[in-house]
């Protein structure tokens, strides 16, 4: 059975759940009640940036209290496991990032977690191409000069990520297969003690969403190369993107998206996706992401799932032709 044939199944059954009768979920469902938010990495980095912008008009819409956690550890499965094995009562949710969802079960990164089968999509928070940075000591300016650089220094620079299978780990080994360079990989266990050795020069290239280095860059600390995009971000105009570059059709997007596990009925689902949409149509909320970098993107469960799935093969393919796995 395929990935897509798999999700259409779950999906169909879900479907079928919200349509029997007798349940119905309301807003009421989970009012008064504390709901934990899941972030599967530490503090500081696009998760959590994500998962804190929503948290607290999110749990409002739903009469309730929503607290964000940050419970990190095995490239994210303790954060997963934590909420597969909560009670399936909409209470525990988590904060997905896409190489969690898509790229690392793709390489076997997850274990037996299989999110497509695991987990259903709520909704979408932000969708925002990936920043490239360099630490100012190194002499390049641009993408192409970066890569010039690479091929003159095989081997001699150093790149970040928080670990197997993340969107930092993926996106750099696809960037460094396209441009023939080769670059050495440090994984951490999370954006901010990457960050920390990216400041201080340990490391010489890294990509992330913009939240977190968009500061940086405008302090100086920093050097943006360009956004993994075809056209230029809204919010850092004077960065040029990918396609600008001589790098078109990257891909490597990042989003953020809320899940619940399978077991959750497929009404409350619905209702957790209506009211995320809600929240995320406030400019205050929007306003906040853009002026960090992110942009707000929200989308229906639907929507969601069938991204997961389809970029979750799209990842497999990149492995196999790049030699990408988990080990």
């Known amino acids: 059975m395929t990935i897509r044939h798999t999700r259409r199944a779950l999906l169909g059954a879900g479907l079928a759940t919200l349509a029997a009768p007798g349940i119905a979920w309301t807003q009421g469902s989970l009012a008064g009640k504390t709901i934990v938010l899941v972030v599967p990495s530490p503090a500081g ?9 929503v948290a607290e008009p999110f749990g409002r ?3 309730a209290t929503m607290v964000v956690e940050n419970r990190p550890g095995g490239n994210d499965v303790v954060g997963l496991l934590s909420v597969l094995r909560a009670p399936p009562d909409a209470t525990t ?3 997905g990032y896409c190489a969690t969802m898509t790229a690392r079960p793709a390489i076997g990164g997850l274990g037996e977690i299989q999110p497509v089968r695991d987990f259903q999509a709520v909704g979408q928070i932000t969708d925002t191409p990936q920043l490239f940075v360099t630490h100012p000591t190194v002499p390049a300016n641009t993408l192409q000069e970066f890569i010039a650089l690479a091929k003159q220094q095989p081997g001699q620079m150093n790149y970040a990520s928080a670990g197997i299978g993340s969107m930092h780990h993926m996106g750099t080994e696809y960037l460094k297969h396209r441009a023939g360079i080769d670059l050495v990989h440090v994984p951490y266990r999370g954006t901010g ?16 969403s913009p ?5 940086l860059v405008r302090d100086g600390k920093l050097r943006a190369l360009c956004v993994s995009s075809n056209e230029r971000h809204p919010g850092l105009p004077d960065v040029p993107s990918a396609a600008e570059q001589g790098m078109p059709d990257t891909g490597l997007n990042v989003w ?6 399978r077991g959750v009925p497929a009404a409350q689902v619905a209702l957790l996706s209506e009211k995320l949409r809600e929240v995320l149509s406030n400019q205050g909320v929007r306003d906040r992401a853009f002026a960090a970098g992110a942009l707000v993107a929200p989308s229906t469960a639907e929507a969601l799932a069938d991204r997961v799935a389809r970029e979750t093969e799209s990842w497999r393919q990149i492995a196999r032709t790049a030699n990408i796995t988990a080990g």
Request: proline letters at 7%; a neutral charge; glycine letters at 10%.
């Open 61 to 63: 819409a739903l009469g």
């Open 45 to 53: 980095g696009g998760t959590d940036f994500s998962a804190r912008l």
């Open 256 to 261: 953020f998206s809320v899940f619940a596990s």
């Open 193 to 208: 003690e990457t960050i920390r050795d990216l400041i201080a020069g340990r490391i010489q290239f890294y990509m992330n």
């Open 211 to 215: 939240p977190p280095l968009t500061p």
């Open 93 to 95: 949710l988590l904060c």
